[in-house]
């Protein structure tokens, strides 16, 4: 009895470890310039799920490490129903090279999720993003809003991909602080 709990406890650490980090035949660009995608990043649509749920004016802000290969995010929104700002802060860290868009992002402890740049612009102001699944994508700008052809393009490029853009969710920005 102990030594199947102890097997079955390791085979739920290499599934959380080995786990997929970009939806299946999907890639991440490449190349990436890891500098050129620090900064701030306004939230322009998302699929919902439940860490963001009921946040508008929400902000991504990565910054390197001191250890200068993995990068601080800090995730920031106003909650519409508690009147409340919501901020968390994790570390995401390339899964191949930091020339390859394909990261994986921790916010809680031990505890990875895919974060995959699936789409971006020459001057890095528009990104496309997945997570691991095609139950996970947010569309970036630079700004509080983007323009509709790079939405159109995206939206394109998405749903050719497999995701149901249907699902996305529009973010306000209304109520910087």
Request: some cysteine; aromatic content about 14%.
């Amino acid at each position: 009895m102990k030594r199947n709990i102890i097997i079955i406890s390791l085979s739920a650490i290499i599934s959380l470890v080995s786990c997929n980090t970009i939806p299946k035949g999907i890639t991440a660009v490449k190349p990436f310039e890891k500098a050129d995608y620090l900064g701030k990043w306004y939230e322009i649509a998302r699929f919902d799920f439940r860490f963001e749920r009921n946040l508008n004016n929400v902000t991504a802000h990565y910054s390197l490490n001191k250890d200068g290969k993995t990068i601080k995010v800090v995730n920031r929104g106003y909650d519409y129903t508690t009147n409340k700002w919501k901020e968390v802060t994790g570390k995401a860290k390339f899964v191949k090279d930091d020339t390859t868009a394909m990261l994986k992002v921790s916010f809680f402890g031990p505890f990875y999720a895919g974060y995959n740049v699936l789409a971006i612009d020459s001057k890095y102001r528009y990104a496309l993003v997945s997570g691991s699944s095609l139950e996970y994508l947010w569309i970036f700008s630079r700004e509080t809003s983007i323009p509709e052809n790079i939405k159109q393009d995206y939206l394109a490029y998405a749903e050719k991909l497999g995701f149901n853009t249907a699902n996305l969710i529009w973010v306000e920005h209304n109520n910087q602080d």
